[in-house]
């Protein structure tokens, strides 16, 4: 971790984020769903898609008029367990929020219940939605499409977004299974996150037009939207290290976000019309809840998978390997350190919030690095 960091307690950064949002036209309610959801970012430790996004991914797009403040929430379609959502490009976290819970319900009726949504905008951490369903003793799925940034295999070219699949299973333990990732070998937000911190990226990450490895984080990001860098899929190039399942994967996410809703897929994600300006990105979304007790009873679905994540964590460990984790636990451990601390804000992230508060005049916020 960098130098100069300092710890700000969630309720306080929660409810600057939430006047923040207020301030840039975003309805009370909903701007308490979208701090909810970045904050739950920063106290599992994905930093990548917390307070750091505030600025740049919404409340500079609200600004550029390509985001709408007043979020309306369409049912196009409902057919028992499935329906169809039109979010006419309002906030991502509201439009997700609501989708889920609507998902949840279907499952509660029918044991299982999806939506799919069109039209809609970063929803911040796929997670968040997955463990709603988990919460209510459900399996919980969701994936996303984006703007493009991975290359498929033997490419070079941005086609796919990071499209995250991401799964919540309930445990009998303190935390469920909680798997959420991108695709690709990373994600746009992790490659901000180094910017923030002045790091180069790893080797393999990022390609040029040439296939070759980018490592200059500062000009990558520039790069990405030019369309002249690339990400690489889970696996990474080509086919040696299996990045064809990355590619597959992402490709899967890319068609349940658009073709179930007859909606914006690939490039046409790009928030770019033609003529280069800016326009609303018009994300697809999909999400699943499960009913466990349509299938067993759900004490003995949380003892069956406590026992694999268990023997999965004792089995034999590589040399020199104090631990073996499974998805969802690094993340708790994460909360458990950050509770008392709360957010860690970097020099970069300093400047981003003094910026919007200088900006919105909330002169009632008074942080320790001022």
Sequence with gaps: MEDNIFWIDFDTMYNFMKDVFIAAGVPEEDASVCSEVLIAADKRGIDSHGIGRLKPIYIDRIKEGILNTKTVFEVVRDNMAAAVVDG????????????????????????????????????????????????????GITGTNARSSIAPTFGVENMLGTNPLTFALPSDEDFPFFLDCATSITQRGKIELYDRMGKELPIGWVIDEQGNARTDTHEVLKDLVKGTAALTP???????????????????VEILSAALQAGSFLKALNGLAGDGSKIPYHLGHFFIAIKIESFTELSSFK????????????????????????????????????????????????????????????DKYHFPFE
């Design 88 to 139: 006419h490009d309002g906030m991502g976290h509201v439009i997700a929020k609501k989708a889920m819970t609507m998902a949840i319900e279907k499952a509660k009726m029918y044991g299982m219940g999806m939506v799919a949504v069109r039209n809609s905008s970063h929803y911040g951490i796929a997670g968040y939605y997955a463990l709603m369903a988990a919460d209510a003793g459900m399996i």
């Design 234 to 252: 889970l696996g990474g190039i080509g086919e040696e290290t299996a990045g064809y399942k990355g590619y597959g994967y992402a490709t899967v």
């Design 303 to 362: 003892k069956i998978t406590g026992d694999i994540l268990r023997t999965l964590r004792n089995s034999k460990r590589a040399p020199g390997q104090g631990r073996i984790f499974t998805a969802g636990e690094k993340e708790y451990e994460t909360w458990l350190y950050r509770k008392d601390k709360g957010v860690p804000v970097n020099t970069a992230l300093q400047k981003d919030i003094a910026a919007l508060k200088k900006e919105f005049h909330l």
